[in-house]
């Protein structure tokens, strides 16, 4: 009888854990994809060792962040982002194979070169230096965007702080290799000081998107901002710091502000001048906690629409209305069914937005999206959001933008990219040439030996009118860790079409947290290859060396630089960048879209090479391509193209030129 009354009372415990066992079992079931063996043995990349300037890794390296006295119990959390990484043409030779690193480690922009460029490609690397601009040990950069912001085809950067508002480091018509004193730092807002100290907005941004927003031909930014304007990183300053207002639909942050190109001069002392365009976004949609902004044009009128990635809460789509000379947003939201979770509707998502990119993800033509968030099994098991694009046509596309509908549906569980950990930066790209979009992921969150999910989940069911309060949330401190050894994601189509995760496979899962990733062609063949920054960690870089890649069409877009009689000398390139210029290729194997993307995502930044795989075909490819010109005016021109890598400037027409 005590042993049947014994079992009786265990029999409550033993259910629960065969439930917690069958959801468990259950759960990795539906994030399992099969063909991980097959798809991985397709692949192959190489990490080569990056150079850094000279004595680089002989100073003091951190790991962690001195921070406002108000934020010193969670001062892991706040050190928890700010790695970046671009690709770009730095030299202005017309490959791909410059690099701008900001490495958390030393608080430092490094300007260096990708470890497949030649020799004529090769400098010495060095760090931007703001001086004599007022900087000091309160602020940090987050970001660095390659641009030409000056139109005279020589590549500069614009590098972002937390504490100070964006910087600009445009380079000069003397200059003859990429040096510190090559480039001549500039406010992108401007500042006045007279005393030598910073008296400008404490601007705390984590995002940037770099593209010709009104249609002039020049490119404008949107600067997404995270913390409200004070001092997070200053342990003497005001305690004028806040955190989130709610975990599902924050909306007390810095948030967006974009500011519109309107001048530039080259030369010696060169100077782009922009100003903020007020009202251009929504007000009531514009106060977000901002990590990740992208965009495209999604309705083929040369102007494009642009996403913003809201941490604690939600993302917005943005439908371009502008004009010449003036900018301006109105939001899409997405159309919520009998079958559609809240947060899976565009525009609705109580998620965390980390990273967001624009590409033709179902090879039909079309642009589609995909955005990062929280999505860790036992943890904050949130989604990813794949928003396919459902218009019939590009005129389809305009009407329902323009009456606020974003005809866009939620399927990453479908294509097997809902589920990957703490994610943060996406890109996009076509690895092996066969016609597929390969998706890379950054991961991970805070690295330590104690685990305290269970203080985040708690801090999770909190009230949201105590969140503001930095003193109640957990203590996140080093040695603390969440999510902190997940890995990079890389993401290829098995033989079904469904995505599956190949990053362990392939040697690629290196268990410390990523921020940005950043792809490329940097040896001019059309065969992409990618660069990773880790927080708290070095940076990485990974040669592609795939087996059997297909073949590709690859192009490399100008209009003619405002400085023609430097024109392919010194840092100039043939000609500047066509921002925001779209292609779409038809083959008999179908249709697809691509882009200039002139910067977006979370801090990590795609060269301004448009690349296309074309598998095994290798006849002519009927290219459609749609630019500005520097005056603003759309053209677009159909051409015949064999498969390579071919270069174009753009004016009246599209003329094929060589590459320098």
């Known amino acids: 009888m005590r042993l049947r009354k014994r079992l009786r009372r265990l029999v409550p415990g033993v259910l629960a854990i065969v439930v917690a066992a069958a959801l468990f079992f259950g759960a990795n079931s539906a994030v399992s994809v099969s063909g991980a063996e097959q798809t991985a043995a397709r692949y192959k990349f190489h990490e080569l ?24 119990k969670v001062r892991s959390w706040i050190s928890a982002v700010g790695a970046s990484v671009a690709i770009n043409d730095i030299t202005g030779h017309g490959r791909a194979d410059g690099m701008c690193i900001v490495d ?15 020799a004529g490609d090769r400098f010495t690397p060095f760090t931007l230096d703001a001086a004599p601009l007022p900087y000091d040990d309160t602020m940090a950069p987050t970001g660095c965007a390659a641009g030409d912001f000056t139109g005279d085809g020589r590549m500069g950067f614009l590098v972002t702080y937390w504490g100070r508002t964006p910087i600009l480091f445009l380079p000069k018509s003397t200059a003859t290799t990429p040096a510190a004193s090559s480039y001549l730092p500039q406010e992108l807002v401007p500042s006045q000081s007279t005393d030598g100290k910073y008296h400008g907005p404490r601007w705390n941004t984590d995002a940037v998107y770099i593209s010709d927003l009104d249609g002039s031909g020049h490119p404008s930014v949107i600067v997404g901002n995270y913390f409200p304007d004070s001092d997070v990183l200053d342990p003497k300053g005001l305690k004028n710091v806040t955190m989130t207002n709610s975990l599902s639909s924050g909306n007390n942050a810095g948030g967006d502000h974009v500011l519109r190109w309107t001048s530039a001069v080259s030369g010696p002392r060169p100077a782009a001048h922009y100003v903020q365009e007020e009202g251009a976004i929504p007000f009531q949609i514009s106060t977000g906690w901002t990590l990740a902004i992208s965009g495209a044009d999604l309705t083929g009128d040369g102007l494009p629409e642009a996403y913003i990635a809201n941490d604690f809460g939600h993302g917005h789509l943005l439908y371009n209305r502008s004009t010449p000379g003036h900018i301006k947003f109105t939001e899409a939201k997405g159309q919520r069914t009998g079958t559609t979770p809240k947060s899976f509707v565009l525009g609705n998502g109580s998620f965390k937005g980390m990273g ?40 389809d596309m305009q009407k329902k933008l323009s009456k606020g509908v974003a005809p866009f549906t939620q399927e990453a569980q479908q294509y097997g990219l809902a589920w990957t950990g703490w994610c943060w930066d996406v890109k996009t790209g076509d690895f092996l040439n066969r016609g597929e979009q390969d998706v890379i992921q950054t991961d991970g969150f805070i690295k330590g030996k104690v685990n305290r999910w269970n203080w985040l989940q708690e801090a999770a069911t909190e009230n949201d009118d105590l969140l ?30 469904k995505y599956v995760n190949i990053s362990k496979k392939i040697g690629l899962a290196v268990p410390t947290p990523t921020r940005a990733v950043a792809t490329g062609d940097t040896t001019g063949t059309g065969t992409l290859d990618f660069a990773v920054a880790r927080q708290w960690g070095p940076p990485a870089f990974y040669t592609n060396q795939a087996p059997d890649r297909g073949n590709a069409l690859e192009l490399k877009l100008y209009r003619p630089s405002t400085d023609l009689a430097h024109a392919g000398k010194g840092l100039e390139a043939i000609g500047s960048p066509a921002y925001d210029a779209t292609v779409k290729i038809t083959t008999p194997q179908g249709t697809q879209i691509s882009q200039l993307d002139g910067g977006g995502g979370h801090v990590g930044f795609r060269s301004f090479d448009v690349h296309f795989g074309l598998g095994t075909y290798s006849g002519p490819v009927s290219a459609h391509i749609q630019w500005r010109d520097a005056d603003g005016g759309l053209h677009q021109q159909t051409l015949q193209l064999n498969p390579g890598v071919h270069t174009f400037m753009l004016t009246g027409t599209a003329q094929e030129v060589s590459s320098r």
């Open 468 to 497: 503001i309060n930095p003193a109640m949330w957990p203590n996140f401190q080093p040695g603390d860790d969440i999510s902190g050894h997940e890995a990079l994601a890389f993401y290829a189509k098995n033989s079904s079409g």
């Open 104 to 118: 958390t480690r030393t608080n430092k922009v490094i300007v260096t070169y990708t470890p497949t460029a030649p």
């Open 356 to 395: 967001v990119d624009f590409a033709d993800l179902n090879s039909n033509g079309n642009f589609d999206f995909y955005v990062s968030n929280i999505n860790v099994a036992w943890g904050l098991e949130e989604s990813n959001l794949l928003f396919m694009n459902k218009a019939a046509s590009d005129a």
């Open 49 to 72: 060792p990056i150079t850094l300037p000279p004595g680089y890794n002989n100073q003091h390296m951190n790991t962690i962040r001195k921070v406002n006295r108000a934020y010193q």
